[in-house]
């Protein structure tokens, strides 16, 4: 089961650095394909900025996930997998009644399933 979680943190962890790079460097290319459904295109340049601050904090949700990893302590490593897990599920859910439900099953769901699988181990 220890695979299977860390399999499941390092999938939610690239996600999360993909989503990264897609809103602060990819924005109004990679960005404006992803979330066509959801902004009009003029809107893509103006909110550049705001992506960009989003982009950085998904990076933060990653490198927390990717830190539990390297930590040495199991109950240590455990809470701070939960404690990001836990993130992002809250994230993506509030996105899902937000936004799209689309996030749910992208974002949120991968998380609860990372959480299970961590607390079953």
């Known amino acids: 089961m220890e695979l299977v979680s860390n399999i499941l ?9 993909y989503i ?8 109004e290319t990679k960005g404006k394909e992803v979330f066509k459904a959801a ?3 003029e809107l893509f340049k103006p909110t550049k900025g705001l992506a960009a601050n989003q982009g950085l904090y ?8 990717i830190w539990s990893f390297f930590i040495k302590d199991p109950q240590w490593q455990t809470n701070i997998a939960l ?15 937000s936004a799209t439900k ?19 181990k």
Do not use: D, R
Request: proline residues 3%.
């Open 9 to 17: 943190i390092a999938v939610v962890a690239l996600e999360h650095i």
């Open 20 to 27: 990264l790079w897609m809103e602060m460097f990819a924005w």
């Open 39 to 41: 902004l009009p295109e």
């Open 58 to 65: 998904n990076g933060f949700l990653a490198a927390g996930l």
């Open 83 to 97: 404690f990001f897990l836990s993130c992002v599920a809250v994230a993506g859910i509030y996105g899902a009644i």
């Open 102 to 120: 689309k996030i749910f099953f992208v974002q949120a769901l991968p998380a609860i399933l990372a959480i299970i699988t961590v607390l079953l």
